[in-house]
């Protein structure tokens, strides 16, 4: 108790903490949104929209998880076990989906599927039918959803699953062998419980990316809580209930992360960590590769490439008139709240990280794990939690200011450029914590002392030892939250300031008003920018696979 | 050169060292020996200065680095440290990381040291790669010609052979004691591996339970052990029950022993007798008999398992490996005991 009592009033650990609680603050309040319940909203929204909220989010969530476990786990189990031409360029295809936002890729397809689209011309023109003549399913559904969102987050499976796969040391299948297992049982028995925490990992991830999402339910008008969260507070304006639903959203999504935990608690004796030689790639003849590389292209197929050229084709049709004032302007913007965000962000990172390191205290490791939960909030819920109090402040502050100078003085914090920035500092924390945590795992303890040793001050350590060492998990910590903060859309959408538009926002906004052709320019943007950190994984993926 | 007073460390209520003391003398060779949690690298990790001590003194050629209200940072103990992961700094080069304690150098003598540093560990070629470039023994003899550059008073290894393969172990053991004896830098190792001690060190010191028991030449702690522990951790050997008889004479299953060295036990006090493997002599023409229980071939000698009536434990003794007996047999030997070790027996 008495070290709980002097790490509080240790400055440096006090302002650490005094953080990681400022970080918390929107999940506090949209939980204790609770303590102003109002039965009359809530029965209307037990009658009228609750029960879609739950079984829509609740279906696409799972629809979504199970689709990347079957596009990642297969994709992974073949890229990990076979060699086949082609391998190598799939190494990086199978990749680009994470470029896509969700919410891209959603509009994209309903361009290419729609009654003008090239699919159903083609098919008119094949058989001569006519409007009305033939039904063809619509993408606008949560099939469709489910579909186009597991074809661009099934990466999460694939990259876990394969790293899982070939890391299973071949002694283990030669064992199997040896006790006449064949294959198939081997695979069931051995290979597939020992790659499971992966796959519920890439699957969990997935999942919450799922229940996060707003742009894409949204666009194909499916009632789930995100598009209800909105609706509550910007169309029944009643900011108190969408907190209530902001939620129990949340408590979903904090439900399938313990669950999540809860199933690789038992399996870390898994690793054991010794040098152990992994299995050896089959190759494969002409007709088995040819059907193993087709088979692993079609996600990339479908989650990247083909809706790239439609948007590529798209952008020619508009880039002349489009490239005007307004998108430099949009461009600009997003570049701006995209480095601004990767530098608070990076900064805060290595505030916390480095504080864990120096002090080594329970409650400082325990700040930083708190604080990296964030990316587990969907950004609609931290937009609620965040606007709530900034909107009560702002009210208490104007009051104030009114009854000294008898004016207004106008919104101080909330639709500023710091709301944004607290709100992706709180998403995106995890993304650089984790770069950082890792950058500073390769400076042993010992490295310090050896310096330290050698007649080095701390200062000159600092400067010559852990500057040159971090800088490149720095850098791709920056990278990966500057790419996020491009393609985020809820969390902007609700707390942009006034006239305040970014490529996703306004690509999003122009879908919605069905100007899909429009809409390209932006949207191609975002992929692009998006596909750098995916090269820069590639790479780095492949040279772990090479040493 | 290195003195410890009676120094105490401890984290939270736990006290990891209780009252060690030792000296070390100029050009000396000093091991820490002992299990894991002993204490050990507690002690190493004080002298250098990497944590503090809540009692007694640590002093370096006559100056006080460290006590409870004295802590003379790192960087100014002129100590340098050889560290079990070796801790190269991966993004520098060799011949950067060698030159890292010769900041005060002037640039051209910082080349010369450099070289000359690389020539002694024998990798004159190797200052422009990367320490990834380099074998688990090349890191290592790095890390010692890093230490050894900027001349410290003192140079500290702790664990230096524990990431190395074993049978690289020996050869790098004699290199780098070779190479301290030629530079006469004063050291201190800490390990848990007796043959590691024994090839290094000139005085090695046992450690258990965060209290060092005996700081003595290898000779001394495997033929006068202090101990029990110490009787225990070095070498092999058995406790056989006994009893003084006379002042100087002592009696067990093996026989009757006289006693030459001063002891504190009183006449008709039980026993327990230290016997090593090397004490029993295989000798086939011996009335003295024994029954072998198990053997264990080991190249140019066969360590018998010997079952005597007295004992409880089977007896270990070493004879030449083409006398070739059988599990079962009776076994003629002889029982010399040079030293007569003995400590109280607890029942």
């Known amino acids: 108790m008495n070290q709980h009592i002097r790490a509080l009033t240790d400055p440096w650990q006090g302002a650490l903490l005094l953080l990681g609680a400022m970080l918390c603050t929107p999940i506090f309040v949209i939980y204790f949104s609770w303590g102003a319940f109002d039965t009359s909203v809530w029965s209307h929204l037990a009658d009228t929209v609750l029960s879609d909220y739950i079984i829509n989010s609740l279906l696409l969530a799972i629809g979504v998880g199970l689709g990347a476990l079957v596009l990642g786990t297969t994709t992974a189990m073949i890229m990990a076990r076979y060699n086949f031409v082609g391998r190598r360029i799939l190494n990086w295809l199978l990749l680009l989906p994470l470029a896509m936002p969700a919410y891209i890729i959603a509009y994209t397809y309903t361009g290419i599927l729609d009654f003008m689209g090239p699919v159903q011309s083609a098919l008119r023109d094949i058989t001569g039918w006519g409007y009305g003549d033939y039904t063809f399913p619509d993408i606008r559904s949560l099939e469709g959803a489910i579909l186009v969102m597991s074809l661009v987050l099934y990466p999460y499976v694939y990259m876990l699953a394969k790293t899982a796969f070939s890391e299973q040391p071949a002694s283990l299948y030669q064992a199997s062998q040896s006790m006449g297992v064949t294959k198939y049982q081997h695979f069931l028995k051995v290979t597939l419980p020992l790659a499971r925490p992966a796959l519920i990992t890439g699957a969990a991830l997935a999942m919450m990316e799922a229940f996060a999402d707003y742009g894409t339910v949204q666009y194909f008008g499916i009632s789930t809580f995100t598009t209800g969260i909105f609706r509550t507070w910007f169309g029944l304006g009643d900011g108190i209930a969408a907190a209530q639903l902001s939620s129990v959203l949340c408590t979903f999504v904090f439900v399938t992360l313990v669950l999540e935990k809860m199933s690789r608690r038992k399996i870390q004796y898994f690793h054991q960590g010794q040098n152990h030689q992994s299995q050896t790639r089959k190759q494969l003849g002409m007709a088995k590769g040819a059907a193993a590389f087709f088979l692993c292209l079609l996600p990339p197929l479908f989650g990247f490439i083909l809706p790239s050229i439609q948007l590529g084709y798209w952008a020619t049709l508009t880039y002349k008139t489009a490239w005007d004032e307004q998108f430099t302007a949009l461009v600009l913007n997003s570049l701006f709240i995209a480095l601004a965000a990767a530098v608070v962000v990076v900064t805060l990172a290595l505030l916390l990280t480095y504080g864990k390191r120096l002090k080594k205290t329970p409650l400082l490791s325990g700040n930083v794990g708190v604080v990296s939960l964030g990316y587990a909030i969907p950004g609609t819920v931290i937009a609620v939690g965040i606007l709530l109090p900034l909107g009560w402040a702002d009210h208490a502050i104007n009051a104030l200011w009114k009854s000294w100078t008898g004016e207004l003085l106008g919104l101080v914090f909330s639709g500023t450029v710091f709301a944004l920035l607290f709100a992706y500092s709180i998403r995106f924390l995890a993304v650089a914590i984790h770069n950082i945590e890792s950058g500073l795992g390769r400076i042993t303890p010992s490295m310090d002392n050896a310096a330290r040793s050698l007649g080095a001050s701390p200062i000159r350590v600092l400067k010559q030892i852990h500057i040159p060492m971090l800088r490149a998990s720095v850098l791709s910590a920056a990278l990966l939250v500057f790419v996020d903060v491009l393609k985020e859309l809820p969390a902007t959408l609700i707390l942009r300031p006034f006239n305040f538009n970014t490529l996703a926002v306004r690509s999003f906004e122009l879908a919605s008003d069905e100007r899909l052709v429009d809409a390209a320019m932006p949207a191609l943007a975002i992929v692009l920018v998006g596909l750098v950190p995916v090269i820069l994984l590639t790479r780095a993926i492949d040279r772990a696979s090479q040493r | ?347």
């Open chain 2, 1 to 347: 050169m290195l003195t410890l007073n009676d120094i105490q460390i401890r984290y939270g209520n736990v006290t990891a060292v209780n009252y060690v003391s030792l000296s070390l003398k100029e050009g000396q060779i000093g091991c820490l020996l002992g299990p894991s949690g002993c204490g050990k690298t507690s002690t190493l990790r004080a002298i250098a200065g990497f944590e503090h001590v809540a009692s007694g003194s640590i002093e370096l050629r006559g100056a006080l680095v460290s006590s409870a209200s004295t802590h003379i940072p790192p960087e100014k103990r002129h100590m340098s440290v050889v560290f079990q992961d070796f801790a190269l700094f991966p993004h520098m080069s060799i011949a950067d990381n060698i030159a890292f304690g010769l900041h005060t150098v002037p640039q051209e003598q910082r080349h010369a040291r450099v070289d000359a540093m690389l020539d002694l560990i024998g990798l004159p070629n190797i200052g422009e790669r990367y320490p990834h470039e380099l074998s688990g023994g090349q890191q290592q003899r790095v890390a010692l010609a890093r230490a050894l550059a900027p001349e410290p008073d003192l140079i500290l290894l702790d664990e230096p052979f524990s990431s190395l393969d074993a049978d690289l172990r020996e050869e790098l053991a004699k290199d780098i004691r070779r190479i301290l004896k030629h530079q006469k830098t004063s050291a201190l190792m800490v390990t848990h591996d007796q043959h590691e001690a024994f090839a290094i060190a000139d005085v090695i010191g046992v450690m258990c339970d965060g209290a060092l028991h005996q700081w003595d030449s290898a000779y001394g702690l495997y033929h006068r052990p202090v101990s029990r522990f110490v009787a225990d951790f070095i070498g092999s050997g058995v406790l056989i029950p006994g009893v003084i008889t006379e002042h100087h004479q002592v009696d067990c299953c093996l026989g009757q022993f006289a006693l030459s060295a001063q002891h504190q036990f009183d006449k008709g006090a039980r026993v327990e007798v230290l016997v090593r493997p090397d004490d029993i002599e295989h000798d086939d023409k011996s009335p003295q008999k024994a029954r072998i229980l198990n053997r264990m071939f080991r190249g140019s000698h066969i360590m018998y398992e010997l079952g005597v009536e007295g004992s409880h434990v089977p007896l270990l003794c070493l004879a030449p490996s083409h006398h070739d007996h059988e599990v079962g047999e009776q076994f003629g030997i002889k029982t010399d005991l040079a030293h007569v070790v003995m400590f109280a027996r607890a029942s």
